[in-house]
Protein backbone atom coordinates (compact mmCIF):
# COMPACT_ATOMS: atom_id res chain seq x y z
CA UNK A 1 0.00 0.00 0.00
CA UNK A 2 1.18 3.26 0.45
CA UNK A 3 0.11 6.71 1.30
CA UNK A 4 0.93 10.66 -0.51
CA UNK A 5 0.61 14.32 0.31
CA UNK A 6 1.20 17.25 -1.97
CA UNK A 7 0.73 20.99 -1.54
CA UNK A 8 0.76 24.03 -3.43
CA UNK A 9 0.59 27.67 -1.77
CA UNK A 10 1.50 31.09 -2.47
CA UNK A 11 4.45 30.90 -0.02
CA UNK A 12 6.91 28.64 1.31
CA UNK A 13 4.97 24.85 1.52
CA UNK A 14 8.03 22.69 3.13
CA UNK A 15 6.63 22.63 6.55
CA UNK A 16 3.38 21.25 5.65
CA UNK A 17 4.55 19.10 3.18
CA UNK A 18 6.75 17.53 5.81
CA UNK A 19 3.81 16.83 8.68
CA UNK A 20 1.22 16.33 5.38
CA UNK A 21 3.47 13.37 4.40
CA UNK A 22 4.19 12.35 7.97
CA UNK A 23 0.63 11.72 8.66
CA UNK A 24 0.21 8.91 6.00
CA UNK A 25 2.86 6.81 8.11
CA UNK A 26 0.51 4.96 8.77
CA UNK A 27 -0.37 3.44 5.35
CA UNK A 28 3.35 2.24 4.54
CA UNK A 29 6.87 1.42 6.26
CA UNK A 30 9.25 0.72 3.82
CA UNK A 31 10.61 3.71 1.84
CA UNK A 32 9.53 7.75 2.57
CA UNK A 33 10.14 10.24 -0.04
CA UNK A 34 9.91 14.34 -1.06
CA UNK A 35 10.32 16.50 -3.63
CA UNK A 36 9.62 20.10 -4.73
CA UNK A 37 9.62 22.85 -7.21
CA UNK A 38 11.03 26.26 -6.42
CA UNK A 39 9.92 28.63 -9.37
CA UNK A 40 12.24 31.52 -9.07
CA UNK A 41 15.03 28.90 -9.46
CA UNK A 42 13.90 26.42 -11.79
CA UNK A 43 14.89 23.92 -9.50
CA UNK A 44 13.31 20.57 -8.47
CA UNK A 45 15.17 19.22 -5.06
CA UNK A 46 14.74 15.17 -3.90
CA UNK A 47 15.16 13.17 -0.91
CA UNK A 48 14.21 9.69 -0.75
CA UNK A 49 15.04 7.18 2.74
CA UNK A 50 14.49 3.57 4.19
CA UNK A 51 12.35 3.59 6.67
CA UNK A 52 12.34 0.18 7.10
CA UNK A 53 14.46 0.45 10.44
CA UNK A 54 13.05 4.30 11.47
CA UNK A 55 10.36 6.88 10.82
CA UNK A 56 9.63 9.07 8.23
CA UNK A 57 10.33 12.31 10.60
CA UNK A 58 14.11 11.15 11.91
CA UNK A 59 15.05 10.93 8.51
CA UNK A 60 13.09 13.76 6.36
CA UNK A 61 13.57 16.66 9.41
CA UNK A 62 17.18 17.27 9.52
CA UNK A 63 17.24 17.67 5.77
CA UNK A 64 14.42 20.07 5.46
CA UNK A 65 16.35 23.32 4.55
CA UNK A 66 17.74 21.86 1.48
CA UNK A 67 13.95 21.77 0.57
CA UNK A 68 12.77 25.22 -1.05
CA UNK A 69 9.57 26.14 -3.12
CA UNK A 70 6.09 26.81 -2.69
CA UNK A 71 4.67 23.33 -4.34
CA UNK A 72 6.16 19.33 -2.53
CA UNK A 73 4.85 16.03 -3.29
CA UNK A 74 5.38 13.32 -0.70
CA UNK A 75 5.05 9.59 -0.36
CA UNK A 76 5.08 7.22 2.54
CA UNK A 77 5.60 3.64 0.36
CA UNK A 78 5.61 -0.23 0.60
CA UNK A 79 6.94 -0.68 -2.63
CA UNK A 80 9.56 1.14 -4.25
CA UNK A 81 11.97 4.13 -3.98
CA UNK A 82 9.61 7.30 -4.59
CA UNK A 83 9.48 10.30 -6.39
CA UNK A 84 10.86 9.45 -9.43
CA UNK A 85 11.85 12.74 -11.28
CA UNK A 86 11.56 12.58 -15.09
CA UNK A 87 12.49 14.99 -18.05
CA UNK A 88 10.24 14.49 -20.96
CA UNK A 89 8.79 16.19 -24.25
CA UNK A 90 5.75 16.89 -21.72
CA UNK A 91 8.41 19.16 -19.66
CA UNK A 92 9.76 18.32 -16.12
CA UNK A 93 8.05 16.39 -13.82
CA UNK A 94 8.12 14.55 -9.98
CA UNK A 95 5.95 11.26 -9.92
CA UNK A 96 4.44 9.46 -6.83
CA UNK A 97 2.13 6.49 -7.31
CA UNK A 98 0.02 4.28 -4.98
CA UNK A 99 -0.01 1.22 -7.15
CA UNK A 100 -0.17 -2.54 -7.58
CA UNK A 101 0.44 -4.01 -11.73
CA UNK A 102 -0.62 -6.91 -12.39
CA UNK A 103 1.19 -6.84 -15.54
CA UNK A 104 4.23 -4.88 -14.86
CA UNK A 105 6.31 -7.91 -16.94
CA UNK A 106 4.47 -7.56 -19.69
CA UNK A 107 4.77 -3.65 -19.62
CA UNK A 108 8.17 -3.68 -19.20
CA UNK A 109 8.66 -5.84 -22.41
CA UNK A 110 7.08 -3.89 -24.56
CA UNK A 111 8.85 -0.84 -22.92
CA UNK A 112 11.60 -2.30 -23.81
CA UNK A 113 11.39 -3.40 -27.20
CA UNK A 114 10.22 0.27 -27.94
CA UNK A 115 13.82 1.06 -27.16
CA UNK A 116 13.04 2.73 -23.85
CA UNK A 117 15.23 2.17 -20.19
CA UNK A 118 14.62 2.06 -16.70
CA UNK A 119 17.21 3.87 -14.52
CA UNK A 120 15.22 3.59 -11.09
CA UNK A 121 15.42 -0.27 -10.20
CA UNK A 122 14.19 -1.60 -7.10
CA UNK A 123 16.31 -4.74 -5.22
CA UNK A 124 16.88 -5.65 -9.13
CA UNK A 125 13.68 -5.10 -10.42
CA UNK A 126 11.82 -2.45 -12.20
CA UNK A 127 10.20 0.50 -10.18
CA UNK A 128 6.63 0.14 -11.18
CA UNK A 129 6.80 4.18 -10.27
CA UNK A 130 9.36 4.48 -13.29
CA UNK A 131 7.09 2.07 -15.22
CA UNK A 132 4.37 4.53 -14.92
CA UNK A 133 5.83 7.45 -15.60
CA UNK A 134 7.39 6.35 -19.14
CA UNK A 135 3.31 4.99 -19.90
CA UNK A 136 2.69 8.71 -19.52
CA UNK A 137 5.20 10.21 -21.89
CA UNK A 138 3.92 8.05 -24.22
CA UNK A 139 0.72 10.73 -24.86
CA UNK A 140 0.67 14.05 -26.36
CA UNK A 141 -0.69 15.12 -23.29
CA UNK A 142 -0.70 14.61 -19.69
CA UNK A 143 -4.39 13.60 -19.88
CA UNK A 144 -3.72 11.09 -22.92
CA UNK A 145 -0.42 9.63 -20.97
CA UNK A 146 -2.40 9.30 -17.77
CA UNK A 147 -5.00 7.87 -19.36
CA UNK A 148 -2.30 5.23 -21.01
CA UNK A 149 -1.73 4.47 -17.63
CA UNK A 150 -5.81 3.40 -16.92
CA UNK A 151 -6.05 1.81 -19.75
CA UNK A 152 -2.66 -0.52 -19.82
CA UNK A 153 -2.44 -1.26 -16.39
CA UNK A 154 -4.09 -4.44 -14.62
CA UNK A 155 -4.68 -3.63 -10.34
CA UNK A 156 -4.35 -0.21 -9.71
CA UNK A 157 -2.81 3.35 -9.67
CA UNK A 158 -3.38 6.70 -8.27
CA UNK A 159 -0.65 9.20 -8.76
CA UNK A 160 0.47 12.84 -7.96
CA UNK A 161 2.87 14.57 -10.64
CA UNK A 162 4.62 17.55 -9.02
CA UNK A 163 4.90 19.61 -12.84
CA UNK A 164 6.20 23.02 -13.61
CA UNK A 165 2.78 24.32 -13.74
CA UNK A 166 0.83 22.78 -10.65
CA UNK A 167 0.33 19.38 -9.04
CA UNK A 168 -2.12 17.10 -10.72
CA UNK A 169 -3.52 14.25 -9.51
CA UNK A 170 -5.26 11.25 -10.79
CA UNK A 171 -7.04 9.05 -9.38
CA UNK A 172 -7.35 5.20 -9.72
CA UNK A 173 -9.44 4.14 -13.33
CA UNK A 174 -12.06 2.36 -10.31
CA UNK A 175 -11.23 4.92 -7.44
CA UNK A 176 -9.91 1.83 -5.71
CA UNK A 177 -7.45 3.85 -3.24
CA UNK A 178 -9.11 7.51 -2.51
CA UNK A 179 -7.85 11.00 -2.98
CA UNK A 180 -9.25 13.95 -0.58
CA UNK A 181 -8.79 17.60 -1.67
CA UNK A 182 -8.11 20.21 0.93
CA UNK A 183 -8.02 24.13 1.04
CA UNK A 184 -7.11 26.95 3.02
CA UNK A 185 -6.54 30.50 2.58
CA UNK A 186 -3.79 30.63 -0.18
CA UNK A 187 -2.71 26.82 -0.39
CA UNK A 188 -4.82 23.43 -1.81
CA UNK A 189 -3.67 20.02 -0.65
CA UNK A 190 -3.64 16.82 -1.71
CA UNK A 191 -3.77 13.39 0.39
CA UNK A 192 -4.44 9.80 0.63
CA UNK A 193 -5.75 10.53 4.10
CA UNK A 194 -8.34 13.29 5.13
CA UNK A 195 -6.81 12.82 8.36
CA UNK A 196 -3.48 15.19 7.32
CA UNK A 197 -5.52 18.26 7.13
CA UNK A 198 -6.88 19.70 10.23
CA UNK A 199 -3.77 19.91 12.19
CA UNK A 200 -2.45 21.88 9.10
CA UNK A 201 -5.85 23.93 8.89
CA UNK A 202 -7.07 22.46 5.72
CA UNK A 203 -10.54 22.12 5.50
CA UNK A 204 -11.96 19.30 3.03
CA UNK A 205 -12.84 20.61 -0.17
CA UNK A 206 -14.06 17.41 -2.52
CA UNK A 207 -13.02 13.78 -2.76
CA UNK A 208 -11.64 13.19 -6.49
CA UNK A 209 -13.90 10.42 -8.47
CA UNK A 210 -12.75 7.28 -10.37
CA UNK A 211 -9.95 8.09 -12.94
CA UNK A 212 -10.92 12.00 -12.44
CA UNK A 213 -7.65 14.27 -13.01
CA UNK A 214 -7.04 17.41 -11.79
CA UNK A 215 -4.14 20.10 -11.31
CA UNK A 216 -4.00 21.90 -8.40
CA UNK A 217 -2.43 25.65 -7.87
CA UNK A 218 -2.18 28.27 -5.06
CA UNK A 219 -5.47 30.06 -6.71
CA UNK A 220 -7.96 27.05 -7.46
CA UNK A 221 -8.07 23.74 -8.83
CA UNK A 222 -8.82 23.00 -12.97
CA UNK A 223 -10.69 19.52 -13.81
CA UNK A 224 -8.88 17.98 -16.56
CA UNK A 225 -10.78 14.57 -17.21
CA UNK A 226 -14.30 14.10 -15.27
CA UNK A 227 -14.43 11.37 -13.08
CA UNK A 228 -16.11 7.53 -14.10
CA UNK A 229 -19.22 6.47 -13.49
CA UNK A 230 -18.13 3.14 -11.46
CA UNK A 231 -16.44 2.57 -8.96
CA UNK A 232 -14.97 0.08 -6.79
CA UNK A 233 -13.34 1.36 -4.15
CA UNK A 234 -11.78 -0.86 -1.56
CA UNK A 235 -14.13 -1.68 1.45
CA UNK A 236 -11.27 -2.88 3.70
CA UNK A 237 -10.38 0.87 4.26
CA UNK A 238 -12.51 1.04 6.14
CA UNK A 239 -11.73 -2.17 7.80
CA UNK A 240 -8.19 -1.86 8.43
CA UNK A 241 -5.89 0.65 7.08
CA UNK A 242 -7.75 3.62 7.28
CA UNK A 243 -6.89 6.10 10.17
CA UNK A 244 -9.73 6.69 12.88
CA UNK A 245 -10.43 10.22 11.70
CA UNK A 246 -10.21 10.15 8.00
CA UNK A 247 -13.14 10.03 5.57
CA UNK A 248 -13.37 8.21 2.15
CA UNK A 249 -16.45 8.98 0.43
CA UNK A 250 -17.55 10.98 2.91
CA UNK A 251 -17.85 8.04 5.66
CA UNK A 252 -15.45 8.21 8.34
CA UNK A 253 -13.63 5.28 9.38
CA UNK A 254 -14.22 5.61 12.77
CA UNK A 255 -18.46 5.68 12.67
CA UNK A 256 -17.70 2.65 10.12
CA UNK A 257 -16.13 0.95 12.69
CA UNK A 258 -18.63 1.57 15.49
CA UNK A 259 -21.48 1.27 13.23
CA UNK A 260 -20.53 -2.41 12.67
CA UNK A 261 -20.20 -3.51 16.25
CA UNK A 262 -23.19 -2.03 17.08
CA UNK A 263 -24.86 -3.91 14.86
CA UNK A 264 -22.94 -7.45 15.95
CA UNK A 265 -23.14 -6.63 19.51
CA UNK A 266 -27.17 -5.81 19.27
CA UNK A 267 -27.94 -9.51 17.65
CA UNK A 268 -24.96 -11.09 19.16
CA UNK A 269 -26.40 -14.10 22.16
CA UNK A 270 -22.96 -14.47 23.99
CA UNK A 271 -22.76 -13.99 27.64
CA UNK A 272 -19.54 -12.15 28.14
CA UNK A 273 -18.04 -9.68 30.91
CA UNK A 274 -16.95 -6.98 28.67
CA UNK A 275 -15.90 -5.56 25.02
CA UNK A 276 -12.22 -5.32 24.24
CA UNK A 277 -10.65 -3.83 21.25
CA UNK A 278 -7.38 -5.56 19.57
CA UNK A 279 -5.18 -1.99 19.14
CA UNK A 280 -5.54 -0.06 17.00
CA UNK A 281 -8.03 -0.71 14.74
CA UNK A 282 -10.44 -3.08 16.58
CA UNK A 283 -11.05 -0.33 19.20
CA UNK A 284 -13.79 1.48 17.11
CA UNK A 285 -15.77 -1.47 16.17
CA UNK A 286 -15.81 -2.69 20.16
CA UNK A 287 -16.57 0.33 21.62
CA UNK A 288 -19.91 0.06 19.29
CA UNK A 289 -19.88 -4.02 20.36
CA UNK A 290 -20.07 -2.90 23.81
CA UNK A 291 -22.88 -0.14 23.34
CA UNK A 292 -24.83 -2.36 21.38
CA UNK A 293 -24.51 -5.11 23.68
CA UNK A 294 -24.86 -3.33 26.93
CA UNK A 295 -21.71 -4.61 28.41
CA UNK A 296 -18.67 -2.23 29.69
CA UNK A 297 -16.04 -1.32 27.76
CA UNK A 298 -12.51 -2.38 29.11
CA UNK A 299 -8.57 -2.13 27.94
CA UNK A 300 -7.48 -5.67 28.70
CA UNK A 301 -4.82 -5.31 26.04
CA UNK A 302 -2.63 -2.15 24.90
CA UNK A 303 -0.19 -1.62 22.07
CA UNK A 304 3.03 -0.30 22.94
CA UNK A 305 3.02 2.65 20.51
CA UNK A 306 6.75 3.81 20.15
CA UNK A 307 8.67 1.32 18.38
CA UNK A 308 5.89 -1.35 17.04
CA UNK A 309 4.46 -1.38 13.54
CA UNK A 310 1.89 -3.44 11.76
CA UNK A 311 2.50 -6.65 12.36
CA UNK A 312 2.74 -7.57 8.65
CA UNK A 313 4.59 -5.21 7.43
CA UNK A 314 8.41 -6.91 7.99
CA UNK A 315 9.71 -8.55 4.81
CA UNK A 316 10.44 -11.90 7.06
CA UNK A 317 7.86 -14.47 8.15
CA UNK A 318 9.03 -14.88 12.06
CA UNK A 319 10.17 -10.90 12.64
CA UNK A 320 6.45 -10.64 11.59
CA UNK A 321 5.80 -13.55 14.00
CA UNK A 322 7.61 -11.47 16.21
CA UNK A 323 6.32 -8.00 15.79
CA UNK A 324 3.03 -9.51 16.38
CA UNK A 325 3.63 -10.69 20.22
CA UNK A 326 5.63 -7.81 20.97
CA UNK A 327 3.37 -4.83 20.41
CA UNK A 328 0.46 -6.23 22.36
CA UNK A 329 0.80 -6.21 25.93
CA UNK A 330 -2.02 -7.52 28.14
CA UNK A 331 -3.71 -6.32 31.26
CA UNK A 332 -3.66 -9.13 33.43
CA UNK A 333 -5.87 -7.04 36.31
CA UNK A 334 -8.27 -6.64 33.87
CA UNK A 335 -8.45 -10.03 32.82
CA UNK A 336 -8.52 -12.42 35.82
CA UNK A 337 -11.43 -14.50 35.91
CA UNK A 338 -13.59 -12.70 33.19
CA UNK A 339 -15.02 -13.56 30.00
CA UNK A 340 -13.72 -11.36 27.49
CA UNK A 341 -15.29 -10.78 24.22
CA UNK A 342 -12.58 -9.05 21.82
CA UNK A 343 -13.06 -7.53 18.49
CA UNK A 344 -10.70 -7.12 15.57
CA UNK A 345 -10.00 -6.19 12.11
CA UNK A 346 -9.85 -9.40 10.54
CA UNK A 347 -7.61 -12.68 9.87
CA UNK A 348 -5.11 -12.95 7.59
CA UNK A 349 -2.72 -15.77 8.69
CA UNK A 350 -3.81 -15.88 11.88
CA UNK A 351 -0.29 -15.32 13.38
CA UNK A 352 -1.48 -12.41 15.73
CA UNK A 353 -4.69 -14.09 16.64
CA UNK A 354 -2.50 -17.48 17.88
CA UNK A 355 -0.32 -15.89 20.10
CA UNK A 356 -3.00 -13.47 21.58
CA UNK A 357 -5.57 -16.04 22.79
CA UNK A 358 -2.45 -18.15 24.49
CA UNK A 359 -1.65 -14.95 26.29
CA UNK A 360 -5.20 -14.01 27.40
CA UNK A 361 -5.49 -17.10 29.18
CA UNK A 362 -2.24 -17.76 30.43
CA UNK A 363 -3.30 -14.16 32.48
CA UNK A 364 -6.24 -15.85 33.98
CA UNK A 365 -9.02 -14.74 31.20
CA UNK A 366 -12.04 -17.16 32.49
CA UNK A 367 -13.33 -17.21 28.52
CA UNK A 368 -11.74 -15.53 25.22
CA UNK A 369 -14.55 -14.72 22.25
CA UNK A 370 -13.54 -12.72 19.14
CA UNK A 371 -15.33 -10.89 16.98
CA UNK A 372 -14.09 -10.02 13.45
CA UNK A 373 -15.40 -6.55 11.87
CA UNK A 374 -15.25 -8.04 8.36
CA UNK A 375 -16.04 -11.21 6.50
CA UNK A 376 -13.21 -14.33 6.42
CA UNK A 377 -10.64 -13.01 3.84
CA UNK A 378 -10.81 -15.86 1.28
CA UNK A 379 -9.04 -14.34 -1.99
CA UNK A 380 -5.64 -12.34 -1.98
CA UNK A 381 -5.81 -8.95 -3.35
CA UNK A 382 -4.78 -8.25 -6.60
CA UNK A 383 -5.44 -4.77 -6.78
CA UNK A 384 -3.73 -3.21 -3.81
CA UNK A 385 -2.31 -5.81 -1.58
CA UNK A 386 -4.59 -5.01 1.78
CA UNK A 387 -4.01 -8.48 2.59
CA UNK A 388 -0.54 -8.40 2.56
CA UNK A 389 -0.03 -11.60 0.76
CA UNK A 390 1.55 -13.08 -2.00
CA UNK A 391 -0.58 -16.11 -2.51
CA UNK A 392 -4.17 -17.78 -1.36
CA UNK A 393 -2.35 -20.17 0.59
CA UNK A 394 -0.35 -17.63 2.77
CA UNK A 395 -4.18 -16.87 4.28
CA UNK A 396 -5.29 -19.75 6.80
CA UNK A 397 -8.99 -19.88 4.78
CA UNK A 398 -7.36 -20.94 1.79
CA UNK A 399 -4.72 -23.63 3.88
CA UNK A 400 -7.94 -24.88 5.58
CA UNK A 401 -9.88 -25.38 2.52
CA UNK A 402 -6.98 -27.29 0.99
CA UNK A 403 -6.77 -29.60 4.16
CA UNK A 404 -10.79 -30.02 3.51
CA UNK A 405 -11.00 -29.98 -0.02
CA UNK A 406 -7.66 -31.66 -1.62
CA UNK A 407 -7.97 -28.21 -3.68
CA UNK A 408 -7.39 -24.70 -2.09
CA UNK A 409 -9.33 -23.67 -4.89
CA UNK A 410 -12.21 -25.69 -4.84
CA UNK A 411 -15.74 -24.50 -3.99
CA UNK A 412 -14.46 -21.02 -2.18
CA UNK A 413 -18.41 -19.43 -3.14
CA UNK A 414 -19.74 -21.92 -0.97
CA UNK A 415 -16.88 -20.69 1.77
CA UNK A 416 -17.66 -17.85 1.19
CA UNK A 417 -21.15 -17.62 1.59
CA UNK A 418 -22.34 -16.64 5.20
CA UNK A 419 -24.49 -19.34 6.88
CA UNK A 420 -23.37 -21.98 4.17
CA UNK A 421 -22.34 -25.89 5.55
CA UNK A 422 -18.84 -25.03 4.35
CA UNK A 423 -18.66 -21.23 5.90
CA UNK A 424 -19.94 -22.71 9.48
CA UNK A 425 -17.52 -25.69 9.23
CA UNK A 426 -14.69 -23.40 8.29
CA UNK A 427 -15.35 -20.93 11.08
CA UNK A 428 -15.54 -23.56 13.63
CA UNK A 429 -11.95 -25.15 12.61
CA UNK A 430 -10.75 -21.37 12.97
CA UNK A 431 -11.92 -21.46 16.63
CA UNK A 432 -10.87 -24.75 17.17
CA UNK A 433 -7.46 -24.06 16.06
CA UNK A 434 -7.03 -21.14 18.26
CA UNK A 435 -8.74 -22.31 21.60
CA UNK A 436 -11.48 -19.73 21.28
CA UNK A 437 -14.78 -20.14 23.07
CA UNK A 438 -16.40 -18.61 20.35
CA UNK A 439 -15.71 -16.65 16.85
CA UNK A 440 -17.77 -14.95 14.54
CA UNK A 441 -17.53 -12.72 11.61
CA UNK A 442 -19.49 -10.29 10.48
CA UNK A 443 -21.51 -10.53 7.18
CA UNK A 444 -20.75 -8.63 4.22
CA UNK A 445 -24.33 -7.42 4.60
CA UNK A 446 -23.54 -5.90 7.91
CA UNK A 447 -20.20 -4.18 6.45
CA UNK A 448 -21.77 -2.82 3.37
CA UNK A 449 -25.08 -1.22 5.50
CA UNK A 450 -22.44 0.19 8.25
CA UNK A 451 -19.88 1.84 5.16
CA UNK A 452 -23.18 3.30 3.87
CA UNK A 453 -22.07 3.11 0.02
CA UNK A 454 -24.10 0.91 -2.65
CA UNK A 455 -22.15 -2.24 -2.96
CA UNK A 456 -21.96 -1.63 -6.85
CA UNK A 457 -19.17 0.95 -5.60
CA UNK A 458 -17.32 -1.08 -3.03
CA UNK A 459 -14.46 -3.47 -3.96
CA UNK A 460 -15.05 -6.84 -2.31
CA UNK A 461 -12.75 -8.54 -3.83
CA UNK A 462 -11.32 -10.21 -0.67
CA UNK A 463 -14.12 -11.40 0.32
CA UNK A 464 -16.24 -13.34 -2.77
CA UNK A 465 -14.57 -13.19 -4.89
CA UNK A 466 -16.04 -10.01 -7.09
CA UNK A 467 -14.24 -7.03 -8.81
CA UNK A 468 -13.16 -5.38 -11.92
CA UNK A 469 -9.97 -4.90 -13.71
Same mark, same amino acid.
Given at each position: ????? #? ?9 D ?10 ? #? ?19 ? &? ?10 F ?15 I ?25 Q? *? ?11 ? &? ?13 ? *???? *? ?8 ? !? ?21 I ?5 ? #????? =? ?34 R????? !?????K???K ?88 L ?19 ? =? ?6 ? =? ?20 ? *? ?11 P ?17 ? !? ?17 G ?16 L ?29 ? #???
Amino acid at each position: MGGFF #GTIAKTQCVTDLFYGTDYNSHL #GTRRGGMATYDAEKKQFTRSI &HNLESTYFRTKFEDELDKFSGNSGIGIISDTDAQPIIINSHLGRFAIVTVAKIQN *IQELEEELLAQNM &HFAELSSGKTNQTEL *IALL *IIQGKTFVEG !IENVYNRIKGSCSMLLLTEDGIIAARDKW #GRTPI =VIGRKEGAYAVSSESSSFPNLDYQIDSYLGPGEIVRLRAEG !IEQMRKPNDKMQICSFLWVYYGFPTSCYEGRNVEEVRFLSGLKMGQTDESEVDCACGIPDSGVGMALGYAEGKGVPYHRAIAKYTPTWPRSFTPSRQELRNLVAKMKLIPNQAMLRDRR =VLFCDDSI =VRGTQLHDNVKVLFDCGAKEVH *IRIACPPLIYACPFIGFTASRSNLELITRRI !IKELEGDENKNLEKYATTGSPEYQKLVEIIRGRFGLNSLKFNTLETLVESIGLPKCKLCTHCFDGT #GCF
